[in-house]
């Protein structure tokens, strides 16, 4: 099994600050990478999908890079509404996929 | 706008079944671009994939469950389904029912999600 390594598992950030989340896989999984939203109660909610695509409807501020093994997230311009847990997950082996452990964005 | 909806109970005790339901209004299950998939989330833990499946029936599951999980599809109703055998307490989770993107370039990203249905398994 392909499995996914998240780091932070949590950070503490400011409005307007760049929030950097990584994430590393234990094989190559190419760009088959999206990341994901959670707020307390809700669903999540995608927010980058084959790594670097923008999923529609989502502020720009989100980004997303990387390939192979190494893939990270950054919010720019960090907003109270971004507080929230973020998951990265593997789709190399579409349908089956796998989610890193996750990280929680809090408010310094 | 597709939705979907959960359904199914919110108690089981250990060493049952568990059966869920999910609904898709706003579109068609038999659309061959997507995968219907269920992923759960613990109380206070992560998300964790856990099967899918397409409108032929073709599914797919983790391996860790796999002898005891079965997903179905039925295109006329428009619904999809999960049922897990033996469950212990360890099944105990919040079980999303989702819709996974099959394109080659976007392949796996699960872009509708339903509300979620909470399971305990207890005594």
């Known amino acids: 099994d392909i499995q996914m390594t998240q780091s932070p598992s949590s950070l503490s950030a400011s409005v307007g600050d760049r929030v950097t989340i990584t994430c590393r896989a234990s094989q190559s999984i190419n760009r088959n990478l999206n990341w994901y939203q959670q707020k307390p109660g809700k669903a999540p909610k995608l927010l980058i999908y084959a790594a670097s695509s923008l999923q529609s409807g989502v502020p720009s501020r989100f980004s997303g890079s990387g390939s192979g093994t190494d893939f990270t997230l950054t919010i720019n311009n960090l907003q109270p509404e971004d507080f929230a847990t973020y998951y990265c997950q593997q789709s190399y082996n579409n349908p089956r996929g796998t989610f890193g452990q996750g990280t929680k964005v809090e408010i310094k | 706008q597709l939705l979907l909806q959960e359904s199914g109970p919110g108690l089981v005790k250990p060493s049952e079944t568990l059966s869920l339901s999910c609904t898709v209004s706003g579109g068609s299950i038999s659309s061959g671009v997507y995968f219907w998939g269920w992923i759960r989330q613990p109380p206070g833990q992560g998300l964790e994939w856990i099967a899918s499946i397409d409108y032929s029936g073709t599914s797919h599951y983790v391996p860790s469950l796999r002898s005891r999980l079965t997903v179905s599809v039925d295109t006329s109703q428009n619904q999809f389904s999960l049922k897990v055998n033996s469950v212990t307490v360890a099944d105990t989770a919040l079980y999303y029912c989702?819709?996974?993107?099959?394109?080659?370039?976007?392949?796996?990203?699960?872009?509708?999600w339903g509300q979620g249905t909470m399971v305990i398994v207890s005594s």
């Open positions: 989702v819709r996974q993107r099959r394109a080659i370039n976007e392949r796996g990203a699960v872009d509708i």
